[in-house]
């Protein structure tokens, strides 16, 4: 079962920290084990962790568009029961697991709402403006709301 946070409706992705000596210094990689190759890095954990995110977004877009499935996310349990995850933790000098809050996509569901007519006109507009349906602008309005709450 995966971990959400209900303020923002955001999954915690379990990630791999690998540190390693590179040519100009330390160099930090990102791995997800609930994602097999994806991958990233950065000269900072900091800067790795916000690349694999961004990776990881590309990927997960990707299977999306392919209709593949998304993979489930595992508990940290879980993840510790996995030998390939344990053996890989086992270099506690090199290797470290973090959580790293993820947005995953969810499916759509049709849902039924009142609205005044003229905010109903002003949204269409709007959103025929950026190129969006009603439902995405709308879906994007409450995304940002929810975030600005959070």
């Known amino acids: 079962m995966a971990v959400v946070s209900e303020e923002t409706m955001t999954d915690i992705v379990w990630a791999l920290i690998h540190e390693a000596d590179g040519p100009k210094g330390r160099v930090y990689g990102v791995s997800f084990p609930d994602f097999p190759g994806v991958a990233s890095g ?82 269409d507009r709007a959103a025929r403006s950026r190129g969006q349906s009603r439902s995405a602008f709308l879906a994007e309005a409450a995304r940002e709301k929810i975030k600005g709450a959070a």
Request: net charge negative; aromatic share 2%; hydrophobic share 45%.
């Open 42 to 123: 950065g000269r900072s954990v900091d800067e790795a962790i916000a690349r694999g995110r961004e990776t990881l977004a590309f990927h997960v877009a990707g299977l999306i568009e392919d209709n593949e499935p998304v993979p489930a996310l595992r508990t940290l349990e879980e993840l510790r029961a996995d030998r390939e995850v344990a053996r890989e933790m086992r270099d506690v000098r090199r290797v470290c697991l973090v959580e790293v809050p993820f947005e995953l996509p969810g499916k759509p569901v049709r849902v039924n709402i009142s609205i005044e007519d003229r905010l109903l006109d002003a949204v």
